[in-house]
């Protein structure tokens, strides 16, 4: 039974740093991508960042190429998204995603098959 686990969302303020983890049990992230996405109230859920597990670079959105930075333990079955430079527009909630995207369908929603249940990110200006 595959499970996503999204933990580290918090209120911050503005230009603080924030690392979310996103534990997964069983064989959720072997062989496929994983990737965060954020959804703020009233407005659509959004791709931050992605990644293959096992190989492939990462992908970001424009929004928070070089402020965020997405990262995988094999060993812990655990993927990471480090926030920097948090500002209040990056306030969310955050979900994590597994699932067969490739490199061109990374961004898109529909490529993955297994969510988190989100955390949520607050940032004070």
């Known amino acids: 039974q595959d499970q996503l686990v999204e933990s580290g969302g918090r209120l911050v303020q503005a230009g603080e740093s924030l690392r979310l983890s996103c534990a997964a049990s069983g064989p959720t992230f072997s062989g496929r991508t994983v990737a965060w996405f954020r959804q703020a109230q009233g407005k659509e859920r959004e791709f931050v960042a992605g990644?293959?597990?096992?190989?492939?670079?990462?992908a970001y959105a424009d929004s928070v190429k070089g402020r965020f930075t997405i990262s995988k333990d094999k060993a812990k079955n655990t993927a990471y998204l480090q926030m920097g430079s948090l500002e209040p527009d990056d306030t969310a909630t955050y979900y994590c995603?597994?699932?067969?995207?490739?490199?061109?369908?990374?961004?898109?929603?529909?490529?993955?098959?297994?969510w988190g249940q989100g955390t949520q990110v607050t940032v004070s200006s």
């Open positions: 995603a597994a699932g067969n995207a490739i490199q061109s369908t990374m961004r898109q929603t529909s490529a993955y098959a297994y």
């Open positions: 990644i293959r597990w096992s190989a492939g670079y990462p």
